[in-house]
C-alpha cells in the first residue's frame, strides 16, 4: 500500500487505519536510547497493541518510536496509526461526539508539540491581517489542544510538566512516565509527586535565605496599582500578558503603563518583560516615549534568550527564543548592582522554565534565576517590589528569596492557586 492509498476520512479528526511499517518517517527528534523493546515487542504480540502510534497525513511519526520498534522487532509490515490533520483541527471545532483513541500521557504532550506551533502561527496570521480572533486565537489555542487529546488543560500542563521531567531526568522520573503511561499512576498523582518534589526544595531554599514572604493576591493590575502611593515603589519587575494573549495591545498597554511608573520613585528602576514581536515592541516604545515613560529616559531593551524550546516552527519563521526586557532607571537611580562584571550584558541567557530546570505552574512562566539577577542587579535589601501581573508568583518569590518587600496581583483564580502552591501568601 502507497501512502495515497491510505484510507483516511479526511473530514473525521482522527481515524486509525494501519499503515506500512517502511511508509513511516521517524524524523530525528526522538532520543536513540528505546529501552527494552523485546519485552515490549512480547507484551504487544501477547495481548496486541493497545495504543496505535500516532502520526500526521504525511506518515511522520508523532508518538510511539518505541512501540514501532517492537513492531519491526516482531517483523511485522504494518501498524495502527492514528493520524491527525492539523487542518481539520484549524478549520472547525472539535465536535464532542468526535470518535477518538484515547491518548497516552506521553503522547498527548507529543501531540501538543506537534500541533502547538502551527496553531499559535496560523493565530498570529490571523492577528496581522486584521481579522478578528477566532475561538482558535490566543488563549485558546492550549484549549483547543487539549479538547483534541481528550483532557483539560490543566490535566496537559500537568502532562507536560510530567514528560519533561522524565526527559531532562529519566533516571529520577523515567518510571514515574512510565507508570502514568501504563495507568498505574494518574497524571494527577504523578504531578502532584514532582510538585512535592519541587516544594521541598524551594522550602529548603527559603530557610536558608528568605527574610520575608512572598505576597500575592488576586486583583486587577489597575485596581492594586491605584492602591498604591505615587513614587513608592523601588522596583517594577512585572511579565504582562503578550500581543498574542489580548485583543487590543494598544488600548492595553494605555490601560496599565503609564499608572504602574507613576507609581516608582526617581531611585527606582523597571523591568518589564515583553513578548517577541514588532508590533508589542513599537506599541511599548511609544508609549514609553510620549508617556510617564519620559521621567525614565530612553529605555534599554534588555533581552532574555533561551534554547529549550519545543516542536517544529513553520519553515518561514524562526523560533521566538526571546523575550525582551524594557529596562527604565529613574532620575536618580543608583549604579546597576552587578557583583559580577560578567553578569552586565543585556542580553541573558536563561533556559526557560520546563521540569528539566523547576516545575512548570504557569504557561509564561519566568526563570527564577533570571528574576533573582535582575532583583540584585536593580535594588538592594531595603527595596520594595511589585508585580501587577504576577502570574504564579516567579518575581515574587524572587524577591522573598533575595529578601525584598513584594507585592503582586493577579486577575486569575486559578493562576493565584498555582503562586500559592509554589510558597506565596495571600495579601488581604
Ligand atoms: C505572562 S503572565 C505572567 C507569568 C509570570 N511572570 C510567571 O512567572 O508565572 C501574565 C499574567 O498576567 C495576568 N493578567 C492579565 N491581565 C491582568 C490584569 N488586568 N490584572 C491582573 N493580572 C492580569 C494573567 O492572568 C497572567 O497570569
Given at each position: 500500500?502507497?501512502?495515497?492509498?491510505?484510507?483516511?476520512?479526511?473530514?473525521?479528526?482522527?481515524?486509525?487505519?494501519?499503515?506500512?511499517i517502511d511508509?513511516?518517517n521517524?524524523g530525528k527528534?526522538?532520543?536513540e536510547?528505546l529501552?527494552?523493546?523485546?519485552?515490549?515487542?512480547?507484551?504487544?504480540?501477547?495481548?496486541?497493541?493497545?495504543?496505535?502510534?500516532?502520526?500526521?497525513?504525511?506518515n511522520q511519526?508523532?508518538?510511539?518510536?518505541?512501540r514501532?520498534?517492537?513492531?519491526?522487532?516482531?517483523?511485522?509490515?504494518?501498524?495502527?496509526?492514528?493520524?491527525?490533520?492539523?487542518?481539520?483541527?484549524q478549520?472547525?471545532?472539535?465536535?464532542?461526539?468526535?470518535?477518538?483513541?484515547?491518548?497516552?500521557?506521553?503522547?498527548?504532550?507529543?501531540?501538543?508539540?506537534?500541533?502547538?506551533?502551527?496553531?499559535?502561527?496560523?493565530?498570529?496570521?490571523?492577528?496581522?491581517?486584521?481579522k478578528?480572533?477566532?475561538?482558535?486565537?490566543?488563549?485558546?489555542?492550549?484549549?483547543?489542544?487539549?479538547k483534541?487529546?481528550?483532557?483539560?488543560?490543566?490535566?496537559?500542563?500537568?502532562?507536560?510538566?510530567?514528560?519533561?521531567?522524565?526527559?531532562?531526568?529519566p533516571?529520577?522520573?523515567?518510571e514515574?512516565?512510565?507508570?502514568?503511561?501504563?495507568d498505574?499512576?494518574?497524571?494527577?498523582?504523578?504531578?502532584?509527586?514532582?510538585?512535592?518534589?519541587d516544594?521541598?526544595?524551594?522550602?529548603?531554599?527559603?530557610?536558608?535565605?528568605?527574610?520575608?514572604?512572598?505576597?500575592?493576591?488576586?486583583?486587577?493590575c489597575?485596581?492594586?496599582?491605584?492602591?498604591?502611593?505615587?513614587?513608592?515603589?523601588?522596583?517594577?519587575?512585572?511579565?504582562?500578558p503578550?500581543?498574542?494573549?489580548?485583543?487590543?495591545?494598544?488600548?492595553?498597554?494605555?490601560?496599565?503603563l503609564?499608572l504602574?511608573?507613576?507609581?516608582i520613585?526617581?531611585?527606582?528602576?523597571?523591568?518589564?518583560?515583553?513578548?517577541?514581536?514588532?508590533?508589542?515592541?513599537?506599541?511599548?516604545?511609544?508609549?514609553l516615549?510620549?508617556?510617564?515613560?519620559?521621567?525614565?529616559?530612553?529605555?534599554?531593551?534588555?533581552?532574555w534568550?533561551?534554547?529549550?524550546?519545543i516542536?517544529?516552527?513553520?519553515?518561514?519563521?524562526?523560533?521566538?527564543?526571546?523575550?525582551?526586557?524594557?529596562?527604565?532607571?529613574?532620575?536618580k537611580?543608583p549604579?546597576?548592582?552587578?557583583i559580577?562584571?560578567?553578569?552586565?550584558?543585556?542580553?541573558?541567557?536563561?533556559?526557560?522554565?520546563?521540569?528539566?530546570?523547576?516545575?512548570?505552574?504557569h504557561?509564561?512562566q519566568?526563570?527564577?534565576?533570571?528574576?533573582?539577577?535582575?532583583?540584585?542587579?536593580?535594588?538592594?535589601?531595603?527595596?520594595?517590589?511589585?508585580?501587577?501581573?504576577?502570574g504564579?508568583?516567579?518575581?515574587?518569590l524572587?524577591?522573598s528569596?533575595l529578601?525584598?518587600?513584594?507585592l503582586?496581583?493577579?486577575?486569575d483564580?486559578?493562576?493565584?492557586?498555582k503562586?500559592?502552591?509554589?510558597?506565596?501568601m495571600?495579601?488581604?
Amino acid at each position: 500500500m502507497t501512502e495515497m492509498e491510505v484510507e483516511v476520512e479526511l473530514d473525521t479528526e482522527i481515524v486509525t487505519p494501519k499503515i506500512p511499517i517502511d511508509k513511516i518517517n521517524i524524523g530525528k527528534r526522538f532520543r536513540e536510547e528505546l529501552g527494552d523493546i523485546k519485552a515490549l515487542a512480547e507484551s504487544i504480540r501477547d495481548v496486541g497493541l493497545i495504543h496505535p502510534i500516532v502520526v500526521d497525513i504525511n506518515n511522520q511519526l508523532i508518538a510511539g518510536r518505541r512501540r514501532l520498534a517492537a513492531f519491526e522487532h516482531l517483523e511485522r509490515k504494518e501498524i495502527p496509526v492514528t493520524i491527525i490533520n492539523i487542518e481539520d483541527i484549524q478549520k472547525a471545532e472539535i465536535a464532542e461526539n468526535v470518535e477518538r483513541k484515547d491518548f497516552i500521557c506521553s503522547e498527548m504532550v507529543a501531540v501538543k508539540r506537534y500541533l502547538e506551533p502551527e496553531l499559535v502561527a496560523t493565530a498570529e496570521e490571523r492577528m496581522k491581517e486584521g481579522k478578528p480572533s477566532s475561538k482558535l486565537d490566543k488563549g485558546r489555542t492550549d484549549e483547543k489542544i487539549a479538547k483534541y487529546v481528550g483532557v483539560g488543560k490543566t490535566t496537559l500542563r500537568k502532562a507536560e510538566t510530567i514528560v519533561e521531567a522524565a526527559e531532562d531526568d529519566p533516571e529520577k522520573w523515567g518510571e514515574l512516565i512510565d507508570e502514568v503511561d501504563s495507568d498505574e499512576t494518574s497524571i494527577n498523582a504523578a504531578f502532584k509527586k514532582i510538585q512535592a518534589q519541587d516544594r521541598a526544595e524551594a522550602k529548603a531554599a527559603l530557610a536558608r535565605t528568605g527574610k520575608t514572604k512572598a505576597h500575592i493576591k488576586k486583583q486587577d493590575c489597575k485596581e492594586f496599582l491605584n492602591e498604591l502611593d505615587d513614587k513608592s515603589v523601588d522596583l517594577l519587575l512585572t511579565d504582562p500578558p503578550y500581543y498574542t494573549d489580548i485583543d487590543d495591545i494598544e488600548s492595553f498597554v494605555d490601560s496599565w503603563l503609564d499608572l504602574a511608573l507613576s507609581k516608582i520613585k526617581d531611585t527606582g528602576q523597571a523591568y518589564i518583560f515583553i513578548g517577541a514581536y514588532a508590533k508589542e515592541l513599537k506599541t511599548y516604545l511609544n508609549a514609553l516615549e510620549n508617556g510617564e515613560g519620559k521621567r525614565f529616559g530612553e529605555p534599554q531593551i534588555l533581552v532574555w534568550t533561551y534554547k529549550n524550546t519545543i516542536g517544529p516552527k513553520p519553515k518561514t519563521q524562526y523560533k521566538r527564543n526571546w523575550n525582551a526586557i524594557l529596562y527604565l532607571r529613574g532620575p536618580k537611580a543608583p549604579d546597576l548592582n552587578c557583583i559580577e562584571l560578567v553578569e552586565q550584558y543585556s542580553v541573558q541567557e536563561f533556559s526557560a522554565p520546563d521540569a528539566r530546570h523547576e516545575v512548570k505552574y504557569h504557561k509564561w512562566q519566568k526563570p527564577i534565576d533570571l528574576a533573582k539577577r535582575l532583583i540584585t542587579q536593580g535594588s538592594d535589601e531595603a527595596s520594595f517590589i511589585i508585580d501587577p501581573f504576577a502570574g504564579s508568583g516567579t518575581f515574587l518569590l524572587a524577591s522573598s528569596e533575595l529578601g525584598r518587600k513584594n507585592l503582586g496581583v493577579d486577575e486569575d483564580d486559578e493562576v493565584i492557586k498555582k503562586a500559592v502552591e509554589r510558597g506565596c501568601m495571600i495579601d488581604n
